[in-house]
């Protein structure tokens, strides 16, 4: 029975993960190149004070020059948290980095952010299959 588990996730990982690029960089779904937009746009608070105040929080999408958010705040924050941090581990370890033609791409970035969004919903998708 765990082997059976243990194929069904890998199989669903290999297709989930397989070309994660597939736009090459273009901004092709509306949606996702709207998100990715507000996801590089926001940036952590200095303090809780500050993520408390809606007017003030750069996490706000409003705040960040989007008049028009739909969406729900937890998958950009996640997202966005994600990138500053594997930016920093980056930093340390530059083998680590989404690289293009030799030069490191950062995280934080638009492309960085399309294709971290992209593997971070590929996780989550192969972690529902445990679910089953």
Known sequence: MWLLLLAALAFGAYFRFSGINWSEGQPLHPDENFLTMVTSAIRPPADLGEYFNSQASPLNPYNNGFGLF?????????????????????????DLCLKSNGAIIPFASYTGIQLLGRGLSALLDVFTLLLM
């Open 70 to 94: 739909v969406y729900g705040n937890l998958p950009i924050f996640i997202t966005r948290y994600a990138a500053d941090i594997l930016d920093e581990i980056c930093r340390g370890a530059p």
